[in-house]
């Protein structure tokens, strides 16, 4: 089994940045992409960026040039640097995890842009 814990979130000004991380415990071998997901008040969670286990990238066009999803194997942990927030980026972001093709999920860390 994967488990996994977000942090990093908080509450920031339009335009600033943050970096979220995701630690990975368990079966890490399991693991074949590790994303990060957001979900606005009263919206579905919604995919932002996803990394494959060959370390190929996938964004959504609206983080596109503003977000960065990485990892370190070492410390089996991923980050999702946050740039140029604005707003509308206001969530709760959690972590995900294709373990053995089960999805496992973060219990969420909030994110707050004030304008």
């Known amino acids: 089994q994967v488990h996994l814990v977000e942090s990093g979130g908080g509450l920031v000004q339009a335009g600033g940045s943050l970096r979220l991380s995701c630690v990975a415990s368990g079966i890490i071998e399991s693991i074949n992409t590790m994303g990060w997901y957001r979900q606005a008040p009263g919206k579905q969670r919604e995919l932002v960026a996803a990394m494959s286990r060959a370390a190929s990238t996938k964004y959504e066009d609206f983080v596109k040039g503003r977000f960065t999803i990485s990892r370190n194997n070492a410390k089996n942990t991923w980050y999702l640097q946050m740039n140029n927030l604005s707003p509308e980026d206001t969530a709760v972001y959690y972590c995900?995890?294709?373990?053995?093709?089960?999805?496992?999920w973060g219990k969420g860390t909030l994110v707050t842009v004030s304008s």
């Open positions: 995900h995890a294709d373990s053995y093709g089960r999805d496992i």
